[in-house]
Nanobody, 121 residues
Framework: QVQLVESGGGLVQPGGSLRLSCAASGSIFRINNMGWYRQAPGKQRDMVAVISSRGSTNYADSVKGRFTISRDNAKNTVYLQMNSLKPEDTAVYYC???????????????WGQGTQVSVSS
């Protein structure tokens, strides 16, 4: 069984910073892409940032220059450093990972339970 456990959400004032973490645990053979997605009330879930196993990154235009994604492959953990936060960044943030359970299996997508990020004065 694979679990993705997120942490680091909370309430912050506009202009502030937060750092999200997501650790994958369980019987894992290999992890490909890891990423962060967010979903605001009444809206669809959108990609925020994705990082490959080799460190290549991709960001949504709305967060470029403010958010930084990174990962520690030894710990199966992905991070999202969020700076200069805006009220429109308020959402539930979900971690996603493409995981291969064994040598013989294919990559499949797994989701964390989500962590709330609220930006308000």
């Amino acid at each position: 069984q694979v679990q993705l456990v997120e942490s680091g959400g909370g309430l912050v004032q506009p202009g502030g910073s937060l750092r999200l973490s997501c650790a994958a645990s369980g019987s894992i053979f290999r992890i490909n892409n890891m990423g962060w997605y967010r979903q605001a009330p009444g809206k669809q879930r959108d990609m925020v940032a994705v990082i490959s196993s080799r460190g290549s990154t991709n960001y949504a235009d709305s967060v470029k220059g403010r958010f930084t994604i990174s990962r520690d492959n030894a710990k199966n953990t992905v991070y999202l450093q969020m700076n200069s936060l805006k009220p429109e960044d308020t959402a539930v943030y979900y971690c996603n990972a493409e995981i291969r359970l064994t040598y013989y299996s294919r990559f499949a997508g797994y989701w964390g339970q989500g962590t709330q990020v609220s930006v308000s004065s």
